[in-house]
Antibody, heavy 123, light 115 residues
Framework: EVQLVESGGGLVQPGRSLRLSCAASGFTFDDYAMHWVRQAPGKGLEWVSGISWNSGSIGYADSVKGRFTISRDNAKNSLYLQMNSLRAEDMALYYC????????????????WGQGTLVTVSS | QPVLTQPPSSSASPGESARLTCTLPSDINVGSYNIYWYQQKPGSPPRYLLYYYSDSDKGQGSGVPSRFSGSKDASANTGILLISGLQSEDEADYYCMIWPSNGGVFGGGTKLTVL
């Protein structure tokens, strides 16, 4: 059974940093691209960032480019999101999502999702 | 990144069909993209439903009933999710998504109410 478990969310002041983690199990982690998707309270979905199976292809939404860094550790079956210079508009539930493909050359659909970790940005 | 336009809400009665639309900006040709559809119910993560590129290139998510189907209206530059034989359990938010060259983009979502 595929499981994606996010952690690392919490309350953080504007301008500070936070690192999210996603522990994956139930599939061969290093075969697939992975993503972070967020959802502000009462709002829609926003793709944040994606990374291919070997970290060779990485993409970011314009809204986080230059502030967020996605990474993965295939030996630990883990995905990460380093979030710097946090803003009020970054407050959201952050989902870890598995791509259906390896992400070499293209990303595809998200076939499994975690339950999310909540990031609150407030002074 | 482009904006995909979805009507905020839609409603239909059980047994009827619901046609949910996702309109691409005029500078992006719907014919060039896979249109992905996701369903989200309150308190749950989204669920992948299907993708549609053409009648010969489409795919259904695992366990997704065949009454969910996709299509395109090229004249309107729009992707379409058709849900036939509506059931109360279909009441949810529905999101479309595409992959332009600079990253993934979701539509704003449509809240479907089954009356």
């Amino acid at each position: 059974e595929v499981q994606l478990v996010e952690s690392g969310g919490g309350l953080v002041q504007p301008g500070r940093s936070l690192r999210l983690s996603c522990a994956a199990s139930g599939f061969t982690f290093d075969d697939y691209a992975m993503h972070w998707v967020r959802q502000a309270p009462g709002k829609g979905l926003e793709w944040v960032s994606g990374i291919s199976w070997n970290s060779g292809s990485i993409g970011y939404a314009d809204s986080v480019k230059g502030r967020f860094t996605i990474s993965r550790d295939n030996a630990k079956n883990s995905l990460y999101l380093q979030m710097n210079s946090l803003r009020a508009e970054d407050m959201a539930l952050y989902y870890c999502a598995k791509d259906r493909s390896g992400g070499s050359g293209y990303f595809d659909y998200f076939d499994y999702w975690g339950q999310g970790t909540l990031v609150t940005v407030s002074s | 990144q482009p904006v995909l336009t979805q009507p905020p809400s839609s409603s239909a009665s059980p047994g009827e069909s619901a046609r949910l639309t996702c309109t691409l900006p005029s500078d992006i040709n719907v014919g060039s993209y896979n249109i992905y559809w996701y369903q989200q119910k309150p308190g749950s993560p989204p669920r992948y439903l299907l993708y549609y590129y053409s009648d010969s290139d489409k795919g259904q998510g695992s366990g997704v009933p065949s009454r969910f189907s996709g299509s395109k209206d090229a004249s309107a530059n729009t992707g379409i999710l058709l849900i036939s034989g509506l059931q109360s359990e279909d009441e949810a938010d529905y999101y479309c998504m595409i992959w332009p060259s600079n990253g993934g983009v979701f539509g704003g979502g449509t809240k479907l109410t089954v009356l």
